[in-house]
């Protein structure tokens, strides 16, 4: 029992709320504090402040500034989580059919409404999907009600077979009775650690609470909310911004405010995340390369992503990346700027080597390994 939950927690519900860095904390709110009275006390990227009525939305942020909100949007954190109506998965695909042992799931959507049922042939546990989480890059999992509980759904969808199967972190074994066979209920404190995660204003005090929720990583959910600076801002006081830019952060703090939903080096260290299950935990990985330098901004988060941006694919875009420190042949020579010996064998595509692709078992994806590295051709996954 204390394994299969060592499990799940390591995989995808992995929900405990552990401290950041103290340091990187710390300076997480100072900067905030002392440069903009902001993030408000208690707030971190996927906790919602006491009043959620200063949640505005995008729609208002796009008013001033148009370039984030017109390509942020788009992004896989946007749609972290979705409405039904809003699902593409859902829309493209109305029917799903699974068997398991002898249990038959069944999702069927009409108009904006999407039924999940499961039945062993004698009788059947039918309810709406309330929201669909994960934009379905890997696998999206269906969020449901049974009996006043979240529950999350015992099959997922997955891209690559575009269809159910079980989710990511369940028991593979045939769930016992109809009711187990529904779903897993999420605690009072797993809840609340799903949906700060997946949506923007959707946590209130520690609960979840629906009245204010934006689905997916919207705007506020990385700057806060946005209420008072938008009043701010539109009666011409500049001064002082009421909102927090992340744009000034170490990239250890950095690694620690995305790590909020990516998981921090600490949180994978505390809970002993073993095997390439922790590949999925960028920040983590990354901070164990020898490339890491928590003072050094070409090798942050920010360096390598725009989290207002579609995540860039083609190897090459990252090469000016990598070659911001370091040498090809031939080229600068070893300086400062750019340490160490050049690279023996390639001068291009960088991270086809040096950050190699990883499978989950059971998560039908490839994740890349942030630990940047010289990989040994018979290695075994380094952790
Ligand atoms: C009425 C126009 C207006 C609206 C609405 C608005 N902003 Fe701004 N925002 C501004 C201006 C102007 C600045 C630049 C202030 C400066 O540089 O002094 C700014 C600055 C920012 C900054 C940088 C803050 C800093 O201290 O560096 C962030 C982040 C930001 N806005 C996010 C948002 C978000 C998120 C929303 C929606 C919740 C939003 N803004 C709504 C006008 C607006
Ligand atoms: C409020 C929680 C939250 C924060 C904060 C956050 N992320 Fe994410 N991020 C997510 C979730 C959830 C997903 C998965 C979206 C999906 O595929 O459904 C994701 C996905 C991504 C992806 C994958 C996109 C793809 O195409 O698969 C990248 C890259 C990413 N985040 C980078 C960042 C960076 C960089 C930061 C910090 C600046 C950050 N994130 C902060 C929740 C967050
Ligand atoms: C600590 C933050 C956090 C919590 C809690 C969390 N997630 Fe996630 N989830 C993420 C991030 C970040 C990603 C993207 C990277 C990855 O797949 O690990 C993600 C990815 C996913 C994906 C795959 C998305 C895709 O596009 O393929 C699904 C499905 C998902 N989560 C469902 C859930 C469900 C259901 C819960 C609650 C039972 C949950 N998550 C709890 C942060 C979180
Ligand atoms: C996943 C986290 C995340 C989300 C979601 C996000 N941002 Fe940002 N934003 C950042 C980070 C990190 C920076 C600092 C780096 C940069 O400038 O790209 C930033 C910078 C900014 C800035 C410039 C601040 C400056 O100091 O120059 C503005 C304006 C802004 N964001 C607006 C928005 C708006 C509007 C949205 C929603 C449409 C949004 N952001 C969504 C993380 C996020
Ligand atoms: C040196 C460049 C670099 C840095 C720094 C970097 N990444 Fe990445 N990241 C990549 C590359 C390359 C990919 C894979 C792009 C592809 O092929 O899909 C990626 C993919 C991702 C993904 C998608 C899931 C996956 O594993 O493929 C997430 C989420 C992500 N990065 C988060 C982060 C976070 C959070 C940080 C900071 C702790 C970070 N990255 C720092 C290069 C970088
Ligand atoms: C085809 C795979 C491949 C590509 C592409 C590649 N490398 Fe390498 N790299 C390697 C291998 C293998 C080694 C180890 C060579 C050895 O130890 O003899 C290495 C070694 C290195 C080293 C360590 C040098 C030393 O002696 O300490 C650095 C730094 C490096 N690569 C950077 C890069 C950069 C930057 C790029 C892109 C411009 C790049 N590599 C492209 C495979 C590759």
Known sequence: MVLARAFILATISLTISLPLRTDSFRALF?????????????????????????YVGRKVCAQCHPSEATTQPATPMAHAAEAVGDCAILRKHPHFNFRLGPFRYEI???????????????????T????????GKAGQTY???????????YVSFFNDTKTLDITLGFPKTTPPTLEAAL?????????????GCHTTAGVNRGRVVTDHLIPGVSCEACHGPGAR?????????LRKTYIFSPAELKPDELADFCGACHRTSVQV?????????????????LEKARCWNPDDSRISCLACHNPHEQLNEDPAFYDSKCLACRRIKGSVSSSTDHFGPACPVGFRNCVNCHMPKYA????????????????????????
């Open 269 to 285: 260290q505390v809970m002993d995340i073993r095997g390439v299950a922790n590949v999925r935990f960028q920040p983590y990985r």
């Open 108 to 126: 069927d959507c009409r108009g904006n409404r999407c039924i999940y049922s499961v039945s062993d042939g004698k009788r059947t546990l039918s």
């Open 183 to 195: 779903g897993l209920p999420l605690s009072a404190e797993e809840a609340p650690n799903c949906f």
């Open 143 to 153: 969020v449901l009600k049974w009996e006043e509980s979240y529950y999350q759904s």
């Open 229 to 237: 600076h938008s009043a701010a801002m539109k009666s011409g006081h």
């Open 360 to 383: 989950l078992p059971g998560g039908h994806f490839k994740f890349t390994d942030h630990w940047i590295r010289v990989v040994k051709s018979d290695e075994s996954y380094p952790f």
């Open 128 to 135: 709406p999907i309330l929201w669909a989480f994960g934009q």
């Open 30 to 54: 100072a900067q905030g504090a002392e440069a903009n009275e902001f993030p408000l006390p208690g707030w971190r990227p996927n906790q919602s402040p006491l009043h959620l009525t200063d």
